[in-house]
């Protein structure tokens, strides 16, 4: 079965410090990929996406993205993170004839100290 | 931009109880989710809706049901609630167009909880 793996439960950096939030997939073919960002109480928001072409992309906030298929992965990057950045990070895959569904990691708590 | 309301922010509802959570998008989209979150397990997909009454279970629609009478507005029931569906609600649309696949565009949530 297709699964969505995000190994870091829960993450600290300092602010100011670069940032790294791992997603790997299990499916045969390449997904739509998506990273969604949810601040505290609030629904998720699209952080940025990948369907094809570059394999590293730009999103809002100062994200990006590198899509690695060699390692099925699809993993969430920061240069230098700030105190707002503080929030649940969910890495997703969509698969062609899924009816539009999308496959959601358990997601990783982003903790941002002074 | 798109935007999807949900009809409550917070709920408040007893055991055996029969619970309505509205969703609203107001982008046209075909395809229309819930989600249930819960610590630890992530966004788990209720039920979904790709057209006007028709409808789809996820992965964990057991003791729930839904409605989607208008294109824009997708209802979630609880026909008996149980101290178990107490959660985050979180309802999402999508266009589902070769431009945008997949995307999908979340309300603000509900917080049931059912005592």
């Known amino acids: 079965a297709q699964s969505v793996t995000q190994p870091d439960i829960h993450i600290t950096v300092s602010e100011g410090a670069s940032l790294e939030l791992r997603c790997n997939y299990s499916?045969?073919?390449?997904?739509?990929l998506f990273w969604y960002v949810q601040s505290p109480g609030q629904g998720l928001q699209l952080l940025l996406k990948?369907?094809?072409?570059?394999?590293l992309v730009q999103g809002i906030k100062g994200f990006e993205a590198e899509f690695k298929r060699s390692q099925s992965s699809f993993n969430l990057r920061k240069p230098s993170v700030h105190w707002s950045d503080a929030a649940e990070y969910f890495c997703?895959?969509?698969?062609?004839?899924?009816?539009?569904?999308?496959?959601f990691g358990t997601g990783t708590r982003l903790q941002v100290t002074l | 931009d798109v935007k999807v309301t949900q009809s409550s922010r917070y709920l408040v509802k007893r055991t055996g109880e029969k619970v309505f959570l509205e969703c609203v998008q107001d982008?046209?989209?075909?395809?229309m989710f819930w989600y249930r979150q819960d610590p630890g397990l992530g966004l788990r997909l209720i039920y979904f809706?790709?057209?006007?009454?028709?409808?789809e279970k996820g992965d964990i629609p057991e003791g729930y049901s839904v409605s989607r009478e208008k294109k824009e507005r997708f209802s979630l029931i609880l026909e008996s609630a149980s101290t178990n569906q107490t959660s985050m609600y979180l309802c999402?649309?999508?266009?589902?167009?070769?431009?945008?696949?997949?995307?999908?565009?979340f309300g603000p949530g509900t917080r049931l909880t059912v005592t």
């Open positions: 999402a649309s999508s266009a589902g167009t070769s431009r945008s696949p997949y995307e999908q565009y």
């Open positions: 499916y045969g073919a390449t997904p739509y």
């Open positions: 990948y369907f094809s072409g570059d394999t």
């Open positions: 997703a895959v969509g698969l062609t004839g899924t009816a539009s569904k999308l496959t």
């Open positions: 982008m046209d989209h075909e395809n």
């Open positions: 809706s790709y057209d006007v009454k028709m409808k």
